[in-house]
């Protein structure tokens, strides 16, 4: 029972962790088409500049989160201008984007490396609790967690639904041409969503960098979890994906009381793979 | 010396990933992102057996091969029901998978440590233990699978891959086999890379898996790129380029825990500058073109119609195609109700109707790219009602699409090449086993291309690529590429519209010709004056339905049929 | 029908001179030469393929021109963007999917007025537009693919009039509608025009129905102009017929 409570909790914080990474994604890729298969390493480029910031400068970690969020936007919003965007002006088949948005994962992925080394880093200047249910127990960091996915999720359902530059996110979203036929501009919206959805993986970094620590293999595992939490939850719906990367957290940690942990990509893609035999279109699909 | 062969042997092995990756990509236009795990799935073949039951070399390559083009097999099922964007998930979800079940099956795999101690090829009673003994055997592995690769991606075989990755709809309308195509080119395809992966576990005796991780199939994806898409010899060139490239860093001193990423940075910056600056790669396709040759001098322009199309048999007046109350809804719309209509030989019939009013549609059910929700379509007596296209295009009947869809990248003779019936190099057995029956069929066959090329007056343009053509030149292809096929019955959709009057009247005489050759001709047309000038009777359809049927001169006298063709 | 006539010439708000376009290498669109004058409904016919979806797109700035010059009230426009066109005052409604399928209706029309930011202007405009089609006040709440074709249209056409556009493109609205809503839907433009003195430019193939609205025609075969005037020769069906 104890072992239960356990795996749901795990569940419950790696859903919400999950569920950060998944909406970052999504709001990228559902408004411009992107798959941005950096979207794993500016993530962890984020969690690693938090890290230099409160470990090697020195800063409150408050400030070196802000810091950092401000900085990962700026790094998504680069990788837009300066590889996607070019692509997208020579009309270049949605193949090519995705070849050079691999190119831009590995030498991202592999300058972490060279820049910070392999090892894992942790800061240790910021304390936090265990509490206990029963023999189960979680952290203030897990909490904080729930709490990120939740304000973010909140935040930014409020945003598209009230704000006109969110209205904007979502009529293009839905059909660009006619977006651009009502006079959106869509480079600055495409702006605005890689620096939105990269924020938001930043939040993601930060409270991993507090929860497991950084390496800088941690991109894949989150691009990859996001994208198929976007694609089990339909794509195009934020909703969705924030659903799908619950299940997926649920299913992982619930598998756990009979599978060995190791085998946890596999669960996933087992998940993924009856998704889409079973329903094509996603959770949500779309009007 | 050493140092020398050591980097020689990358390149085979390379080589070998490379062109294997090729053909899956760049002929047959499957974005699978998951080579690495082909690379592996040899490699740990080699291991396991290697070190648990003590088989050695040529044994351990045939079962990596055989086990390896059966996963390949596993992958295509699941491939081919999604689209580009999932399929980029699921391989990338088996990339996962893979590195989960080697780190995880210990026993088996030795988990992250990996395999050590794999027995060394020996051959001839010598254990090739050192590069420079290794080098001759890589050397002829990698001639081995890239002329199987090679003669695989030149043949007709490779041609329709090539086809069927410019446009998939139009492959099925010219009598393809997708299903078939895409479940041998992976199985070839991972097949051959497992032998890089035997090679490579004999060769360092050692397996573990962080070889084979995704950085492995982007690199390998970076090498086909950088060598160009389609063009086998490319990958290889690319091959060495990017195994040779970062040796370079062995002169800069850089430090060895950090070599190895900087090789990664060094392959990513690659990529991305290669599709900026020059996306088709080093080496465009072109290479793997058809060539015509002498053959082409020996064609005399604008050919008659009798070398060009077989005359069908039968009497003129006949009824071939007999279509029955059709009908197909999609949701809760119905395209098409109670359509009745009989193409006979000899006759042109043309669909009028205005937009919307189900004439694509009808096309579509009676070639067999819709499922009718109702009635039979019988072709000579046989219900061909629930065939696949290429089945139907086998039959007898095929079909042109409204918006082209040539094979963009192919030249013109191989657009028409393509769309020959019956290739035994199309037959990848064949291909292999009976090579000069492949090639002689395939001299004959460029003969009738171009001869069909002479009679729509696209000789002079044979070996043009059909992207280049003006769009009078892309029509009359379509035509060319409908005949090919050798169907008895040709659905024509729109073949005159957005055409200056001198191309009409050409393709108007062609379609004439057709009739005369005996063939059932169905065209979809909105240009009335074409329509009276050219068909024997005129099909009405309004609203999914046969609204009535006669002359064009009947028909089009008629005032309530206008008032309904203009409303 | 005399009283068109007589009226005085109007004003001219678009003048479209030698305008070629097309997709790639492929011209659709040969030197055409087009004009539409205040208040008046212009309808361009064709036959499928005779250019005139590519002609009011690249009027509108969807697509770039090979050559030609578009002026709007006198003013070179040739290759502005479309976001710089829409704030000038000119709308085009789209064939088709001309609206955001996922959205509300209010969400729509809300969205029609994307350049305007005065939230009263756009919330009269709102109620103008609704009360013009009181259909979209009735389903203002309702997600617009949910909606019947003929009333996705009516929204189509509110959010192009969301910004009290001088003149408005409308490619095809008849397209994919049954009969008598078609009917409908012409009638709702021609009160748009009347109402709102607004001049119209109309892509067409239905000429049944839209030559009755019809103040002046043009039509195009294979991207170039065969026939331009006033829309009563076109009511012989015979003649129609040699023109398409």
Redesign the interface.
Known sequence: MDLLIQLTLNGLFNGAHFALLAMGFALIFGTTGV?HFAYGPVYAVGAYAIWALAALVGLPFWLAVLLGIAFTAALGVGCYLF?YR??EISG?P???V???S??????????I??VFG?GVKTVDSVAYDVHFVGNAFFTTVQLGQVAAALLVGCGIALFLRASRYGKAIRAMADNREMATVIGIDTTRLSILVFALGSAVSAVAGALVLLRDGLNPNMG?GAV?VA??AV?VGG?GSLRGAVIAAFLLAFVQSLGMWQI?T?????I??VV??GF??AR?SGIVRRA | MEYLAHILVMVCLYGILATSFNLLIGFGGI?A?AHATFYASGAYAAGILGTKLGIGFPLTLLAGVVVTAGLGLLVAF?AM??G???L???T???Q??T???L??SKPLTGGPDGIAGIPPVSLFGTALTSPVTFLPLAAVMAALCCAVAWRLGASPFGRSLRAMRENEAAAQAVGKNLVRMKLVVFAMSAGLASVAGTLIAHYIAFVNPESF???ET??I??MV?LGGMGNLWGSLAGAAILVLLPEGLKFVHVPG??AD??R??I??????VI??LR?EGLFPETVFRTPTGAARSSVPANGPLSSAVERAGGTPGEVVVSATSLSKHFGGIQAVKDLTIDLKRGEIVGLIG???AGKTTAFNLLSGFLRPTGGTILYRGRDVTTLKPHEVVAAGLARSFQDLKLFTKLTVVENILVSLPAQPGDRPLDVYVRPGLVRRADRENVARALEIASFVGLLAKADETAANL??AEEKLLVIARLLATGADVLLLD?PL????TVTVERICGVIRDLARANKAVCIIE????VIRGVCDEIVFIDEGRVLTKGPPDTL?RD?EL??RY?? | MTEIHTMPIAEPVLEVRGLSAGYG????VHEVDLTVRAGEIRVLLG?????KTTLVRSVFGLLRPSAGTVRYRGEDITRRRCADNVKAGIALVPQGHGIFRSLTVRENLELGAYTAHDPAEIRANRDAVMDLFPILRERAGQIAGTMSGGQQQMLAMGMALMHRPDVMILD?PS??LA?NL?QRVMEAIAEVNRALRMAVLMVE?????ALPIAQSVTVLR??RKIYEGPPEPLGD?QY???L?
């Open positions: 798959v590889i070019p692509f270049s949605p193949f090519v995705l070849v050079a691999l190119g831009l994962f590995i030498v991202m992925k592999n300058l490396g060279i392999t894949f990859f994208f198929v694609i794509v060995p190791e085998w946890q990509n596999t996933v893609f993924l793979f889409l035999l094509p | 974005f992102l699941p029901r999604v580009s964007h999932y980029v998930v699921i990338l979800a088996l996962a998978i590195i989960d079940v780190m995880n991780t995704i950085e982007i690199l994806l970076a790129i825990d950090i990423m900087v990664q940075v392959y990513g910056v690659v990529l991305i599709l900026r996306p205005p937009n919307g003006s769009y729109e519209s957005g055409l200056d909105h240009n009335l004056e089009m005032r206008a008032e203009f409303g | 290498k492929r011209a659709v036959h499928n393929g005779a250019g095809e397209i994919g009969p078609v193939q239905n000429v049944v129905h294979t991207g069906r129609l017929m040699t398409f």
